[in-house]
Structures are given as structure tokens and as C-alpha cells.
């Protein structure tokens, strides 16, 4: 198992430019996550999905938007880069616990963006 | 509102020894799960340990242990017998009806030899 894959590994974008991350886990997930972490910080929850065909807006949703067509696959978009998206970008999914609630989150290696 | 607070930014320990890093949260929901990650240097998250809100023990997963106090809301990692492979970012996290997680703002363990 790949686990939870995120593409690109490093991107540059110049400010105003736009870009698609994407994600993809084959755990059969239900859940999944996009998080930012900048320097010496902790994630921040931007969007997530509880199943195919939904999302949810997370704590920092602005400037951003996901889609989720396929139960693998998680996209977050940036319509329009800003400077103040330069981060470090996690993916991650989750499942359902039999005794209720969800188990522990299983991370991508995350996707380091620059906006000049 | 839901919150969690890690009050340590840094920690030094010496290698052998234990450590214990503190977490509190705040959720008004009855029913939650609070996780630990590992994040070291290299940048990946790595899952050490889950305690369900209902449940009566407190969770071990080898060198980790959760000191669950709920009344105080505090859910403290237990590291015990600290290797230099320890030395990371520690993150607490939690998780509740709401769908929403939240994670605190992490601890730097750094161990020394």
C-alpha cells in the first residue's frame, strides 16, 4: 500500500497564478483533510471531506477550494496565489472507528509552496 | 470553542530518561478522541497514540503512554526511556462530534546524549 501520496513534492508560483494539489490514499478511507503548517507552527485545517462528493470548510478556508469526485482523491486549489499561501501543505484521511469516532489521521509527506 | 494548548514550546531531556509533554483541551462535546504526533526534522506526521474520551484506561502503544485526566481536561504523553531518535516536534490533536480537528501548537523535545 501507497498509503497517502501527495503531487507535487515542491512548487514555485508566481503571485495570481493558480495550481491544483492532489492527493490520493487507497486505504478506502472515508475521511480527508487538507492542512497548512507554516514555520514553527502547528496544522491548521483548511478543508475537508467526510465522503465522496462532499467537502466542508476548515479553519483557513480563503483562497482555497477542494474538490472530492473519487473516494481516493482529494484536491485543493489555489485560484489565485498569494505570498501569504507559501506553506508547507499536508494531506491526510482517516477512518471510522467500530467503537465510534474517527482513528488517527495518516499523513502525506506534503507539498512545500512558495509564492513569489 | 474547542482548543488545545501545548504550554511548552521547547524541552531538553536526557537521553534514558522520561519525559512527559503536556496537552489541555477544551471541547464541549461529550464524546472526543485526543491523538499525538511525531513530527521530526525529515517533516512527515507520525501517529504514536489515540485515548477515546469514554474510555476508562489510559492508552500505552510501547514507549508511549497518555496520562488521561479528564476532569482536568489535560491529556499528557508519557515518553518513557527518551532515545536521541526522540527528538522531534510533538504534536497533540483533538477530535469530536463537531468534524472538526484542531492541533495545538506543538512541543520541540530535543534529547541530549
Known amino acids: 500500500n501507497a498509503g497517502v501520496t501527495q503531487t507535487p513534492k515542491f512548487r514555485v508560483l508566481k503571485t495570481g497564478q493558480s495550481m491544483t494539489l492532489l492527493c490520493a490514499q487507497d486505504?478506502?478511507?472515508?475521511?480527508m483533510y487538507w492542512y497548512r503548517q507554516d514555520p514553527g507552527m502547528g496544522l491548521r485545517l483548511i478543508h475537508y471531506?467526510?465522503?465522496?462528493?462532499?467537502?466542508a470548510k476548515g479553519e483557513v478556508p480563503d483562497g482555497y477550494n477542494v474538490s472530492r469526485l473519487k473516494k481516493q482523491n482529494f484536491l485543493l486549489g489555489l485560484e489565485s496565489a498569494a505570498p501569504s499561501q507559501t506553506s508547507v501543505y499536508f494531506c491526510?484521511?482517516?477512518?471510522?472507528?467500530?467503537?465510534?469516532?474517527?482513528?488517527?489521521?495518516?499523513f502525506g509527506p506534503g507539498t512545500r509552496l512558495t509564492v513569489l | 470553542a474547542q482548543k488545545i494548548t501545548q504550554t511548552q514550546p521547547g524541552m531538553f531531556v536526557q537521553e534514558k530518561e522520561a519525559v512527559t509533554l503536556d496537552c489541555t483541551y477544551d471541547?464541549?462535546?461529550?464524546?472526543?478522541?485526543l491523538f499525538w504526533y511525531k513530527q521530526p526534522s525529515s517533516g512527515e506526521m507520525i501517529f504514536l497514540i489515540y485515548?477515546?474520551?469514554?474510555?476508562?484506561q489510559n492508552a500505552t502503544e510501547g514507549r508511549y503512554s497518555l496520562n488521561f485526566q479528564k476532569a482536568r481536561k489535560s491529556a499528557n504523553l508519557v515518553i518513557s526511556a527518551s532515545q536521541l531518535g526522540d527528538s522531534a516536534m510533538y504534536f497533540c490533536?483533538?477530535?469530536?462530534?463537531?468534524?472538526?480537528?484542531?492541533f495545538g501548537s506543538g512541543t520541540r523535545l530535543s534529547i541530549r546524549p
Open positions: 491526510a484521511s482517516s477512518y471510522y472507528r467500530l467503537a465510534g469516532g474517527r482513528g488517527e489521521q495518516f
Open positions: 486505504m478506502n478511507h472515508e475521511y
Open positions: 471531506s467526510v465522503g465522496e462528493g462532499t467537502t
Open positions: 471541547t464541549s462535546d461529550p464524546s472526543y478522541g
Open positions: 485515548q477515546g474520551s469514554y474510555d476508562q
Open positions: 490533536a483533538m477530535d469530536s462530534s463537531a468534524s472538526k480537528i484542531i
